[in-house]
């Protein structure tokens, strides 16, 4: 049983490899059934649906057998089309809070954004600042991801985020005490002039 379910498990990956996203559902027999599948770009995603047709509908004309097709691929769409745009909604503007201490000061703050695999953070207390960081390549052969499956922050993207609030309060921390002596080299850099050195030909 689980040799036959692997084989047809292989076939249908191999239709549904090369079903063409152009809108139509494309049927293919397998062992005397009729499969039907569905393939669809949307927001960057690549869907895709199986399915099968009953036996009692098969032996039906084919007019009935698309209108069932359609009719599952239209339930799924639909489906899908809102659960991507509402995770995309939240992707985009998640506001969630994130909270962590450094040296015995409590950093308030949270992720303002996830798109493109960033993880964007602001700081809002005590100073205020944003930091973000690329989950990649790299980060995804690691097993790191920014979402779980379930679609919540994972564990992984809650402590990087907790490191961004970190990064945020150092550096603004840094810069008020060192303010006047940043101001200083901002000013020499403004109304720098190149020294004047020997020409290579004079002696």
């Not at 809108?23 to 960057?44: C, L, Q, S, T």
């Not at 098969?58 to 899908?80: C, E, G, L, P, T």
């Amino acid at each position: 049983m689980s040799q036959q379910r692997s084989t047809r498990d292989t076939a249908e990956h191999l239709h549904l490899g090369i079903i063409p996203k152009d809108g139509r559902v494309h049927f293919w027999e397998d062992r005397g059934e009729i499969r039907f599948g569905y393939a669809k770009r949307y927001r960057n995603r690549e869907l895709k649906l199986s399915g099968s047709v009953p036996k009692d509908i098969q032996r039906r004309d084919a007019r009935v057998i698309r209108a069932h097709a359609a009719q599952i691929v239209r339930a799924w769409w639909r489906k899908h089309r809102t659960e991507i745009d509402r995770f995309d909604a939240y992707e985009a503007h998640p506001d969630f809070p994130v909270t962590t201490k450094d040296r015995g000061v409590v950093l308030t703050g949270r992720i303002v954004s996830a798109v493109n695999s960033t993880l964007r953070v602001r700081l809002e207390t005590p100073y205020t600042g944003e930091r973000h960081i690329e989950y990649r390549w790299a980060s995804a052969m690691a097993g790191h991801f920014i979402f779980t499956k379930s679609g919540e922050f994972s564990a992984d993207a809650i402590a990087t985020a907790k490191y961004l609030l970190v990064e945020i309060y150092r550096k603004e921390q840094h810069r008020e005490r060192h303010r006047d002596t940043i101001a200083l080299a901002d000013r020499l850099n403004r109304n720098s002039m190149a020294p004047r050195t020997p020409s290579p030909t004079s002696r």
